[in-house]
Each structure stands twice: as structure tokens, then as C-alpha cells.
């Protein structure tokens, strides 16, 4: 399957917020159970006016069908880079294409010396995703980073950016 990864629209929102749901979801990133449709179109509209983020909807080429959530933040030289795979969408390769396609972006876009990407610590399939895309990891198991007010055991992973001319 050919990915591409195309800006959210407003009426995307619905199916993101039932993605997020998803219980292996909410265990391995920090989307809450309570987001609601109206503060994920919010969200949308801070993105649109970011000049310091990207967020994109990974789809099926062919078939147009949703598969995944991608994203990077920037602050200063450094982007990180987060995503998710929607259930059906699992063990096909979905998100490593799309995660190299967005640190060509993330290279293409900001100048960037590191693109930084982290992982909880038990998400052992992110942490393939992250090695086959280029990432190499940083620290082991044991590290707590403080996300979104929780204390998460995470393994971070980094790459330098690949521009294209």
C-alpha cells in the first residue's frame, strides 16, 4: 500500500477522536480518553497558524482511507516527531513510511540540526519504527520525561535531518 500523508480537514475530526481512543492508543501516548471533537478542530487551527508544527493525516494513496496521525514540533534547531497508527491500519508498515516521509519534511521545512523522537518504554513496536527509519537510540529503559503532567518511563531516539536539493 502507497501512503501520503495530506493536511487534516475540519471533518476528519470525528475520525480522530475515535482513533485516539483506542486503548493501545491512549496507553503508549498522551491523547486523553476525554478529548472531544470540538478540541480537536481546535487544535487544528492552532496547527494551521504554527509556523513551529506539522500534523498531518496519514492516508491510503489509492483509496483515500485514514490510516494514522503524524506530527513535529520545533523549538529552536531541535524537532520531535510523535504518531500514531489507527487499529486497523497495524503491521503494515504505515508508520515507518510515513515517519520517514515526515523527517524529509521536518529537513525540507525548518533547519533543524536533530530531529528527536520519543517512545514509551514498553511500546517495543515504536521503537522498531524509530531504528528502521533512521532513528538511533539515545538512552535505555528507566528514564522518566514529564508529558503532559505524568511521568513517563521513555526511551528517546535522534537522527540528524536528510535535506533534499
Not at 67 to 86: E, F, H, Q, T
Not at 143 to 158: F, H
Amino acid at each position: 500500500m502507497e501512503i501520503m500523508l495530506r493536511d487534516w480537514l475540519d471533518s476528519d475530526a470525528e475520525w480522530y477522536v475515535q482513533q485516539a481512543r483506542d486503548p493501545e492508543t491512549l496507553r503508549f501516548t498522551t491523547e486523553r480518553e476525554s478529548l472531544t471533537v470540538e478540541e480537536f478542530r481546535a487544535a487544528l487551527h492552532r496547527l494551521r497558524h504554527d509556523d513551529d508544527a506539522l500534523g498531518y493525516v496519514v492516508v491510503d494513496a489509492a483509496a483515500g482511507i485514514r490510516l494514522a496521525n503524524i506530527a513535529a514540533a520545533r523549538k529552536g534547531d531541535v524537532a520531535s516527531v510523535s504518531y500514531w497508527v489507527a487499529p486497523a491500519a497495524r503491521g503494515q508498515g504505515v508508520a515507518g513510511r510515513a515517519l520517514k516521509e515526515l523527517c524529509q519534511r521536518v529537513a525540507d521545512t525548518w533547519p533543524v540540526t536533530e530531529i528527536r523522537l520519543w517512545t514509551h518504554a514498553e511500546n517495543l513496536a515504536s521503537q522498531r519504527v524509530a531504528e528502521n527509519a533512521g532513528f538511533i537510540a539515545c538512552t535505555g529503559d528507566g528514564e522518566t520525561k514529564e508529558i503532559k503532567g505524568r511521568q513517563w518511563p521513555v526511551r528517546w531516539y535522534r537522527r540528524c535531518p536528510a535535506r533534499t536539493e
